[in-house]
């Protein structure tokens, strides 16, 4: 859902700080933005189709400067995702062909217009992409207009490429360019679309300040960087990935259901802190918040509202409804009715981790023996005497009913969307049998 694009009265730096999500700001950039609307930018690196949760910080902070009437651009690097950036990275990445970063970049343009108002006047956000100002830059040009206003010593006393120079991969003549080439986008964005700040996650602190060194001495002019907290959980580990790899923006790739489920699963003490960084909830808000998690833990209120209100806003207020109809489904008591709203992906984005089995619908659409549609032609029970032994002490069931004999026969009739039937061992271990 699109921010509806107000200008508020409100200190886009306080809100950061109250926030927890400032690391570092260049002096004079909190002057800079409180005598009026600023143009500033972030850069997204289209290394796939879709944005991730990883993502989510940069783009809250655009939203946040939006909000406080400043003019947000999202730089989408074309050009620098053929590069790679080697920042925070202990190995060279594989470069993508312009093929692939085309259809990355259109994915990515899409997941942006949600958050961001593209039609509100003066400041409205604007997508640029540094492919369009590379293209026709030659490698001689480059080297005479921008390598020369910077200096070998400058770039090598970054933390990103000392790290990588000493460390036993090293790094290629690509990489070590990359800041020339970031530095150079903040130039052509301050010259060219009077953008003044760069802002990024702290790791991006290196590159933005070679952008505003750039500007300094090509331009003569005066640019300036913030950065925002590396966001990671409580416990040390990396922020946005599952045991299944990345929770990804793009409900092909993460369901709604298992990204509603992702925030709901949210430990305590980072729900306290992700309330704050990933949701527009004011600080009064998320302080009663608090107050009734303090006093109700079990309740999970914050996780609660903080699943909610990212669900809706990166899918849809009908997406969170039936997340939490699938939660319930699974869970709690609701029928087996519901999976006839879902679509097959999505009924299978509820159950995927659950163990599912094939069956052949012909021979479905005969009739199969529970004992042998469990036990035989299915491993939902490694033998037909546990098969019996659990279904006549009334502890198994398909499509949420109680299994009424070992006799009972299963046809294709008992197929939820034609195509499913949902077992259960006791109350908490689901299989899913697909006839195909």
């Known amino acids: 859902m699109r921010e509806v694009n107000k200008i508020h009265e409100m200190n886009f ?9 400032l690391h570092d700001i260049m002096p004079g950039t909190e002057e800079l933005l409180n005598k009026g609307m600023v143009s500033g930018y972030i850069g997204f690196d289209p290394t796939a189709d879709s944005l991730h949760v990883g993502h989510l910080t940069q783009i809250m902070t655009l939203i946040h400067f939006q909000r406080a009437g400043h003019r947000p651009f999202a730089l989408v690097g074309g050009a620098t995702g053929m590069v790679g950036d080697p920042s925070g990275k202990s190995a060279e990445r594989n470069l993508l062909s312009e093929e ?17 108002n593209f039609d509100g006047g003066a400041n409205s956000a604007k997508m640029v992409n540094n492919y369009d100002w590379f293209k026709d830059f030659t490698f001689l040009d480059f080297i005479r207009d921008v390598g020369k206003h910077i200096t070998v010593n400058y770039m090598m006393a970054k933390d990103s490429v000392k790290k990588r120079l000493e460390g036993e991969t090293g790094m290629s003549f690509t990489e070590f360019t990359y800041q020339l080439v970031q530095g150079y986008d903040f130039y052509y964005l301050w010259k ?6 760069q802002m990024g996650g702290s790791d991006q602190w290196g590159n933005i300040v070679t952008g505003t060194e750039l500007v300094r001495r090509k331009g003569a ?24 790899g990345n929770i990804w923006l793009d409900r092909a790739k993460t369901s709604p259901y298992k990204f509603y489920q992702f925030w709901l699963n949210t430990s305590d003490d980072d729900a306290k802190s992700y309330i704050r960084i990933f949701t527009l909830f004011d600080e009064e808000t998320i302080k009663a918040l608090e107050a009734e998690q303090d006093a109700a833990p079990h309740q999970r ?14 899918h849809s207020e009908a997406e969170y409804e039936k997340a939490i109809k699938s939660s319930e489904f699974l869970f709690g008591n609701t029928g087996v009715e519901f999976l006839n709203e879902l679509n097959d992906d999505e009924v299978l984005g509820i159950f995927e981790g659950v163990p599912n089995f094939n069956v052949s619908l012909t021979e479905l659409q005969e009739g199969i023996n529970v004992v042998d549609l469990l036990a035989a032609n299915t491993a939902v029970f490694p033998s037909k005497g546990e098969a019996k032994k659990m279904i006549q002490g009334g502890g198994a069931a398909i499509n949420k009913a109680k299994i009424a004999s070992v006799d009972s026969t299963y046809s294709a009739d008992s197929l939820i969307n034609g195509k499913f039937l949902v077992v259960q061992k006791g109350k908490k271990n689901y299989f899913l049998i697909v006839a195909e």
């Open 100 to 116: 692939v970063l085309q259809k990355n970049l259109e994915g990515v343009k899409e997941q942006l217009k949600k958050f961001l």
């Open 192 to 197: 060219h679309e009077n953008c003044a700040l």
């Open 13 to 21: 730096v306080e809100e950061l700080r109250w926030r927890g999500m």
């Open 221 to 244: 002019g005066e640019a300036f960087a913030l950065t925002t907290q590396l966001i990671k959980k409580a416990d040390g580990t990396k922020f946005g990935k599952s045991e299944g």
């Open 301 to 314: 209120a914050i996780q609660k509202a903080l699943a909610k209100d990212i669900t809706i806003r990166v």
